[in-house]
């Protein structure tokens, strides 16, 4: 949320994975800087059951 991490983006791009700006029923999973924060993004993710992780995490997850 607020950020859109390069590396990121390239490797959900290289792995067909579709990029959205907003929360949606739609989505697996939100990323966002700090997933403790209370924006408005994280808000409606909770409502929806949503996955949601930091940048650091996905990164490391990921091995990016």
Same mark, same amino acid.
């Given at each position: *949320?607020?950020?859109?991490?390069? /590396? +990121?983006?390239?490797?959900? $791009?290289?792995?067909? %994975?579709? +990029? $959205? $700006?907003? %929360? &949606?029923? /739609?989505?697996? !999973?939100? =990323?966002?800087? /700090?997933? $403790?924060?209370?924006?408005?993004?994280? &808000?409606?993710? =909770?409502?929806?059951n949503?996955? +949601?992780?930091? =940048? *650091?995490?996905? !990164? &490391? !997850?990921?091995?990016?």
């Amino acid at each position: *949320t607020g950020k859109r991490n390069p /590396d +990121i983006i390239s490797f959900l $791009s290289l792995h067909g %994975v579709e +990029i $959205s $700006s907003s %929360v &949606t029923n /739609d989505i697996d !999973m939100l =990323i966002c800087e /700090d997933p $403790s924060n209370n924006s408005g993004k994280i &808000t409606q993710a =909770i409502k929806r059951n949503k996955r +949601i992780m930091s =940048i *650091t995490e996905f !990164m &490391t !997850m990921y091995n990016i």
